[in-house]
């Protein structure tokens, strides 16, 4: 450490920033890939908020190694802060393209069965007619297969038949019409 301790005070500056913070990113890395992370800088709801703990470490991490990079190369020291800044911010900035790479990639797939409502859907089991019985139907809902019991008003409906579902009845029954 003697190195830090004969350099220049806005070199040595860097360094101190630098070390703490890269100490603090990767226990924050870690933390993530273990799962044990629950800081929830992005919101699927609202705009991703700036200002946070993990974006100023990402803006400390790119201002700092960003100024120690180019300590002797840019000799004007103003200079050299802006272009770290400009990088410290880049950092920030990459980190929301991340995120909201990640943010596509989350799918709910829980079913719901008002998703179904006006879907087109196949007979598996011969629908009864004028409701006096059950039928099943199979409906894509997000890509999966649901199985659902179904009835209808009209006529009977055979299997094999292409129906739309015109009412949910209840959370296990709905109402179809023949195609």
């Known amino acids: ?7 220049d005070p806005l070199l040595r500056l860097l360094w101190y920033i630098a070390l703490p913070v890269s100490l603090i990113f990767i226990i924050q ?3 993530t890939f273990v799962g044990v992370d629950h800081d929830h800088d992005v919101s699927l ?10 974006n100023l470490i990402n803006f400390l991490i790119g201002f700092s190694w960003t100024g120690i990079s180019f300590y ?15 990088a410290g911010s880049a950092f920030v900035y990459l980190f929301f393209l991340i995120i909201a790479q990640f943010i596509k990639l989350e ?5 719901n069965i008002y998703d179904t409502l006006h879907a087109t859907a196949s ?30 008003e009209a006529a009977e409906i055979q299997t094999g038949s ?15 019409e023949k195609i």
């Open 72 to 86: 002797e190369t840019i000799e004007n020291k103003t200079i050299l802060i802006g272009v770290a800044m400009l």
């Open 123 to 152: 007979v598996y089991l011969r629908i009864p007619g004028s409701r006096e019985g059950r039928g099943k139907i199979q409906v894509s809902v997000k890509g999966t297969v649901h199985e659902l019991d179904a009835i209808t």
């Open 162 to 176: 292409s129906v739309r579902i015109v009412h949910i009845e209840n959370t296990s029954l709905v109402l179809v």
């Open 29 to 31: 890395s870690i933390l």
């Open 45 to 54: 709801d609202g705009p991703m908020d700036v200002f946070t703990f993990r």
């Open 1 to 7: 450490m003697e190195f830090i301790e004969n350099a």
């Open 107 to 111: 799918e709910d797939n829980t079913f």
